[in-house]
C-alpha cells in the first residue's frame, strides 16, 4: 500500500511552540521577562517568543546541573544505567521524529526532506552510539613497581556547557550533549537564538526518558547575553562550542579571563575540493562536489565550497555540473520534493547576496544563480549560484559565505592547488579525486584539514572524529576521542605497605 503523503502545511498550522527555557526540569520564563522573537525563515511568520535568558537564567541554570552534578543522581548511576537512558532518550527522539523535524525545519529552514531523514535521526544515532559505548569502556592500571598500585581513571568534568548554532541546531547539540551525558557530566546548552526551539523540545524528550532534572538545562537567549554569562561562568567546567571563527576565539578568551575552563571550540571553514584530471569516475564527482555545498543552503561548515579542477577536464565537468543546477533550485521546505529550503534569516541572506556582488566586483564569472527566490513567499531564499574563473586571492575564494555558492577555480599544476587549498585561515575539510593511490595518499597528507576526503566527499559517520585544525577549531566531536573532551584522567596512587 502506498503510504499517505503527510500534510506538513496543516500539521504546521497546528504546531504549538514553547520558547520557554528547560531548568532543572521544569519550563521557565527568562527571571527578567525579557522574550525575543522566533521567526520563520520559511515564509517570515512568528513562531514563538523564546526566553531572552541573561546572567540571572545562566546562574540558576549553572546551579541546578551543579547540585545534579555534586549529588551524583546521575554521574553516580552505573554506566549500563545510562546507557538505558540515553537509548530510550534517541528511541522517544524517533517516536516524535516528525515533530522535531518539523520543529528544525519552521524554526531554519532546511527541507523537511532532510530534516526528517538525516537531522532527526543522525541526533538520535548520537545519542544512542555514546549510551551504547559508554558501559564498554575500561579505565587503565599504571605498569608501576611492585609497591604500588596506580589507578589511571576518567572522570566527568562536571558541568559542560554546549554552546551551538543554528546550521545543524539538533545534531550539534548532540554531539555535545551526547558524550558529555554519556560521561556523567551535567549539561547547560544555549542554542542559537536563531533556532532554539528542537533543542528547548530535546530537553523535555531526555527528562520523558529519565535523564534527571537538572543535568540537561536549556537557555535560549542571545550569544552576548546568555552564550558569554556561560562562558565567563567560574561554576563552569568545561565549555562545548561550535559557532564561527570570530566567537570561537571569544570564547578561549572567556575561558581565559574566568576560571580556565577548558574550551573546545568547532569553527567555520572554507574547505577545498579537488578534482585531477584522472579522477575515476567523473559523474561521481560532479555529484558528490554539487551535492555537498548546496546541501543544507550552503550552510554547511564543512561544505566544498573552493572547488579546483584540473583545467583538461574543467569545461565538461562545468557542463555536467551546470546540468544539475536547476534540480537545486529553491523551493518550499515543507514541500518534500525540496532539495534547497530557506536560508535562515534577513541578515544571512544579506551576507550572502553580499558576497554574489563581491564576487561578481572582483572578475568571477557568474555562471548560474545569483538572485533572491520565492520573495513572495516572505522566506529567505537565493538561487544555487556557481562562479568560475574564481582567483583564491578573491573574497568569494577567502572567507566562509555559508550560503549556496561555489567557487570554481582552474589548475593545471597539482602542487600548486594544493598550496591554494591551504592558504586559507581554515582547515575543516578537503577532498581529492584522483586514480593513482600515490598521489591520493600524498595529497591527503599535503592538505591541511581535519578530515580529507579521497573519492567521496561529506561521507563519515559517528565513528570517525570530526574537526578542524588552524582556524576551524581545537577540538574533535563524534567517534569515541569526543569523551576525551568531557571527561578528566585522574591519578590514584595506592601504596603497598
Ligand atoms: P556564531 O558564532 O555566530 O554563533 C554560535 C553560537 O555562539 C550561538 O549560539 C550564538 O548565540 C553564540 N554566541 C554568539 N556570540 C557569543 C558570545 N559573545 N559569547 C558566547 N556565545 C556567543 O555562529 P553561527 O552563525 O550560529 O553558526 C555558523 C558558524 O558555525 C559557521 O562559521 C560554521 O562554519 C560554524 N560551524 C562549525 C561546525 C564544526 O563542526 N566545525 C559545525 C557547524 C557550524
Known amino acids: 500500500m502506498q503510504k499517505q503523503k503527510t500534510d506538513w502545511h496543516a500539521q504546521a498550522a497546528a504546531m504549538q511552540f514553547d520558547g520557554r527555557a528547560f531548568i532543572n526540569g521544569q519550563r521557565v520564563a527568562a527571571q527578567s521577562g525579557a522574550t525575543f522573537e522566533c521567526l520563520s525563515p520559511v515564509d517570515g511568520r512568528k513562531l514563538a517568543d523564546a526566553a531572552r535568558c541573561d546572567a540571572a537564567d545562566v546562574d540558576a541554570a549553572v546551579l541546578a546541573a551543579r547540585a545534579a552534578f555534586d549529588d551524583r543522581r546521575w554521574a553516580g548511576l552505573a554506566p549500563a544505567a545510562r ?39 543522525s541526533a538520535a544515532n548520537c545519542i544512542r552510539w555514546y549510551g551504547e559505548a559508554v558501559d564498554k569502556i575500561y579505565d587503565e592500571i599504571a605498569p608501576t613497581a611492585d609497591t604500588a598500585l596506580a589507578l589511571i581513571t576518567r572522570e566527568p568534568v562536571g558541568v559542560v556547557a554546549a554552546i551551538v548554532p543554528w546550521n545543524y541546531p539538533m545534531l550539534m547539540a548532540s554531539w555535545k550533549i551526547a558524550p558529555a551525558l554519556a560521561a556523567g557530566n551535567s549539561v547547560v546548552l544555549k542554542p542559537s537564538e536563531k533556532s532554539p526551539l528542537s533543542a528547548l523540545r530535546l530537553a523535555e524528550i531526555a527528562l520523558e526518558a529519565g535523564i534527571p532534572a537538572g543535568v540537561f538545562n536549556v537557555v535560549p537567549g542571545y550569544g552576548h547575553e546568555a552564550g558569554s ?179 570554481v577555480i582552474g589548475f593545471t599544476d597539482l602542487n600548486d592547488a594544493i598550496r591554494e587549498a591551504n592558504a586559507t585561515a581554515y582547515g575543516l575539510q578537503a577532498a581529492v579525486w584522483t586514480a593513482d593511490i600515490n598521489k591520493a595518499i600524498q595529497t591527503s597528507r599535503a592538505l591541511r584539514a581535519g578530515t580529507v576526503h579521497v573519492n567521496c566527499y561529506d561521507e563519515d559517520d559517528i565513528t570517525v572524529p570530526f574537526g578542524g585544525v588552524k582556524q576551524s577549531g581545537n577540538g574533535r566531536d563524534k567517534s569515541l576521542h569526543a569523551l576525551e573532551k568531557y571527561t578528566e584522567l585522574k591519578t590514584t596512587w595506592i601504596r603497598i605497605g
Open 83 to 121: 546507557k538505558r537512558i540515553l537509548i530510550k532518550f534517541a528511541d522517544l527522539m524517533l517516536q516524535h521524529r516528525d515533530e522535531l523535524a518539523l520543529l528544525e525545519t519552521l524554526d531554519m529552514g532546511k527541507p523537511i526532506k532532510y530534516s526528517r531523514s538525516v537531522d532527526v535521526p
Open 229 to 407: 554569562a556561560l562562558a565567563l561562568h567560574m561554576d563552569v567546567d568545561c565549555i562545548g562550542f561550535t559557532g564561527s571563527t570570530k566567537v570561537g576565539k571569544l570564547i578561549l578568551q572567556y575561558a581565559g579571563q574566568s576560571n580556565l575552563k577548558r574550551a573546545w571550540t568547532e569553527l567555520g571553514g572554507k574547505s577545498a575540493n579537488i578534482v585531477c584530471a584522472d579522477c575515476p569516475d567523473l559523474d561521481a564527482a560532479v555529484r558528490a562536489s554539487i551535492g555537498s555545498i548546496y546541501f543544507n543552503q550552503g550552510e554547511s561548515c564543512n561544505a566544498p565550497s573552493r572547488l579546483f579542477v584540473e583545467e583538461s577536464i574543467k569545461a565538461e565537468f562545468l557542463t555536467r555540473a551546470v546540468a544539475m543546477l536547476p534540480d537545486f533550485q529553491s523551493g518550499d521546505p515543507l514541500d518534500e520534493a525540496t532539495v534547497m529550503g530557506a536560508i535562515v534569516d534577513s541578515i544571512q541572506l544579506k551576507t550572502v547576496l553580499g558576497y554574489i556582488e563581491s564576487g561578481q566586483a572582483e572578475g568571477a564569472k557568474l555562471v548560474f544563480g545569483g538572485e533572491q527566490q520565492r520573495t513572495e513567499s516572505g522566506g529567505y531564499y537565493v538561487a544555487p549560484t556557481l562562479f568560475d574563473e574564481v582567483k583564491s586571492s578573491m573574497k568569494i575564494a577567502r572567507e566562509e559565505i555559508f550560503g549556496p555558492v561555489l567557487s
